[in-house]
Nanobody, 121 residues
Framework: QVQLVESGGGLVQPGGSLRLSCVASGSIFSINPMGWYRQAPGKERELVAR???????NYADSVKGRFTISRDNAKNTVYLQMNSLKPEDTAVYYCNAYIRTVGSYLYYDYWGQGTQVTVSS
């Protein structure tokens, strides 16, 4: 059984930084892509950043220049470095990954449980 477990959320002041981590575990053959989404109260879930195994990334316009996504393929881990945080970044952040398990030829969509990020003074 595949699991995604996030960590690193919390409360931070405007202008501060946080680093989120997400580890995928289970009988994993391949993961592609991995990414982060977020959902603020009363809003739809939105893509924050995504990275494929080659290292190619894409970001939401609202976080470009402030957030950096990276991954460690050997550890099945994706990171999100968030700098210059703003109150509007407050949301639950979810890890997402398309995973092919051992013995399967298909990729399935998996989600983490979410981690709260609150930016407030």
């Amino acid at each position: 059984q595949v699991q995604l477990v996030e960590s690193g959320g919390g409360l931070v002041q405007p202008g501060g930084s946080l680093r989120l981590s997400c580890v995928a575990s289970g009988s994993i053959f391949s993961i592609n892509p991995m990414g982060w989404y977020r959902q603020a109260p009363g809003k739809e879930r939105e893509l924050v950043a995504r990275i494929i195994s080659s290292g190619t990334t894409n970001y939401a316009d609202s976080v470009k220049g402030r957030f950096t996504i990276s991954r460690d393929n050997a550890k099945n881990t994706v990171y999100l470095q968030m700098n210059s945080l703003k109150p509007e970044d407050t949301a639950v952040y979810y890890c997402n990954a398309y995973i092919r398990t051992v013995g399967s030829y298909l990729y399935y969509d998996y989600w983490g449980q979410g981690t709260q990020v609150t930016v407030s003074s």
